[in-house]
């Protein structure tokens, strides 16, 4: 008894030092307070297969973690110019491979979306003050000093703005990078 409850427990019958056998006896028992189930002890058995685990995951499964020279790199000009990339914002696991390669996402429009998506990790909230208006020539710049052909750019909600952001989005395209 354990507060008030009766408890029970079963197992395969094995000794602790022999092997388990390739088949064993999986047993459950429930829990029930005294009286509520009369003196019936119940029991859930099933039949479960011991297989062993793979020694090794495959390779194609394992993220290796950023830390590149070129991941460095790009991690030092993002931060000098102050800029957001989804790569960051939304804890993407494979940050390390996609910067390691010399790419990103830029995300504009600052790094607080005005809606909270369940399936997104940007951060939600209020934006502080109105959308960085220089922000369009430093993705401009960064995009020249990454020696990018073409960039690709996305951007938090800014419900809190009449224009939803269009505004940078257009600055943005006008400029020649």
Known sequence: MLNGLRLSFGAAETSPKAPLPVEIQAR??????PGLMGDT???????HRVQPLPERKPSWLKVRAPGG????????LMRDLDLHTVCEEAHCPNVGECWEHGTATFMILGDICTRACGFCAVPSGKPVGPP????PFRVAEAVARMGLRYAVVTSVNRDD??????????????RRM
Not at 28 to 33: C, Q, R, V
Not at 132 to 135: A, F, L
Not at 162 to 172: K, N, P, T, W, Y
């Open 28 to 33: 459950a028992f429930i829990i029930s307070p």
């Open 41 to 47: 002890l119940y029991q859930i058995t099933g039949r």
């Open 161 to 174: 703005q009449a224009d939803g952001g269009s505004e940078i989005f257009a600055s943005l395209t006008r």
């Open 69 to 76: 020279p070129k991941y460095l790199e790009l991690k030092q």
């Open 132 to 135: 960085d208006r220089e922000e």
